[in-house]
């Protein structure tokens, strides 16, 4: 007998006993038919028949299912053992590539950091010789304006001088 029959069967009875209006006796009398149907010899023939079928098929069915799940774990492993290699040259794709943006960036560095020292030191020399010069500048200036200050101050020291020495001598009379 087809399952599909045989679900929509019990299917359509249990929907009649639960529409019914006299469910219970209907309920009953269902039953009692399915009782005997269950009983009849020809139904407990072909259920003898299953079981034994399936006792004859069970261990068939049984090695089979071992057989598959052991050539899907031996499948799974394999795989597993490929994405693990995988992974595995991956990382060493990325170590190296770590590695050489990792000199590159030391080799930018270090351009970067000579630039700035000769720049630095470009401007520290060019800052000396401006210093020196504003240096020279001042003591040039600062000479000169000594020799003068000298001259002023020898010059009143003499007009002074030569006012004391008016002051000193008798006048004519």
Do not use: C, F
Not at 35 to 51: C, F, G, H, M, T
Request: without cysteine; aromatic residues 2%; charged residues 30%.
């Amino acid at each position: 007998m087809n399952p599909r029959i045989l679900v929509l069967a019990v299917g359509v009875a249990i929907g009649y006993v639960l529409g019914a209006r006299d469910g219970r006796p209907r309920y009953d009398a269902i039953k009692a038919r399915l009782s005997r149907l269950w009983e009849d010899p020809r139904v407990a023939k072909a259920r003898n028949d299953v079981q034994s079928y399936a006792r004859e098929q069970a261990p068939i069915i049984r090695d089979r299912a071992e057989a598959a799940a052991k050539d899907v774990a031996a499948k799974t492993a394999a795989t597993a053992k490929d994405v693990a290699a995988a992974t595995a040259a991956t990382a060493k794709d990325v170590a190296a590539k770590v590695t050489d943006v990792t000199a590159d960036a030391r080799e930018q560095a270090g351009k970067i950091v000579d630039d700035v020292r000769e720049h630095a030191s470009k401007i520290v020399g060019d800052s000396r010789v401006q210093a020196t010069r504003i240096v020279g500048d001042l003591r040039a200036s600062g000479e000169s304006a000594v020799d003068t200050a000298v001259s002023a101050v020898g010059a009143v020291r003499d007009n002074a001088m030569d006012v004391s020495d008016d002051d000193d001598k008798p006048a004519a009379t």
